[in-house]
């Protein structure tokens, strides 16, 4: 009888332990809302981050040149929107920080047509020297424009 309550007993605390040590449920992705241009961004960001590892592949170009046609299309429609942190914003530097954010995209869209030219012409070189550029430029809007909530 004593056997089977310890037996009983362990076969519980095992059980118990499994239990904690599973991993829990899907963590939340982010805090951040999501919003139009989020999701724009997330969507250019798929495209971006194979673009970045490939662009110096000749054997790969097309499939490059795809990806920034699909990078064009969403940047284009992330034009169309402003960034979040703009609602944050006092409303006497708000229409300057939209301005300067919807130049800095126009900054970005030339950047894009010239690396979809430089693909193109089947110059790799010049197009990895315009995807660093473009990533310097991701970085620097990303400190200027998007909040730091996450």
């Known amino acids: 009888m004593l056997l089977r309550r310890l037996f009983l007993i362990l076969s519980f605390l095992v059980a118990a332990a499994l239990h904690a040590a599973e991993p829990s449920a899907k963590p939340a992705k982010s805090?951040?809302?999501?919003?139009?241009?989020?999701?724009?961004m997330e969507a250019m960001n798929k495209?971006?981050?194979?673009?970045r590892?490939?662009?110096?592949?000749?054997?790969?170009?097309?499939?490059?040149?795809?990806?920034?046609?699909?990078?064009?299309?969403h940047l284009a429609?992330?034009?169309?929107?402003?960034?979040?942190?703009?609602?944050?914003?006092?409303?006497d530097k708000r229409a300057?920080?939209?301005?300067?954010y919807h130049?800095?995209?126009?900054?970005?869209?030339?950047?894009?047509?010239?690396l979809e030219a430089a693909l193109k012409a089947g110059d790799n070189a010049q197009a990895t020297d315009i995807v660093q550029k473009m990533n310097d430029m991701r970085r620097d809007g990303h400190k200027r424009y998007k909040s730091d909530d996450k």
């Open 31 to 40: 805090e951040e809302p999501e919003t139009p241009l989020t999701a724009q």
């Open 47 to 51: 495209s971006w981050r194979t673009i």
């Open 53 to 73: 590892r490939q662009v110096g592949d000749a054997g790969k170009t097309a499939e490059t040149l795809g990806l920034v046609v699909e990078m064009k299309a």
């Open 77 to 91: 429609k992330a034009t169309d929107f402003d960034p979040a942190m703009a609602a944050e914003l006092p409303a």
């Open 96 to 100: 300057a920080f939209v301005a300067d």
């Open 103 to 114: 130049r800095d995209l126009g900054h970005l869209v030339a950047a894009v047509d010239q």
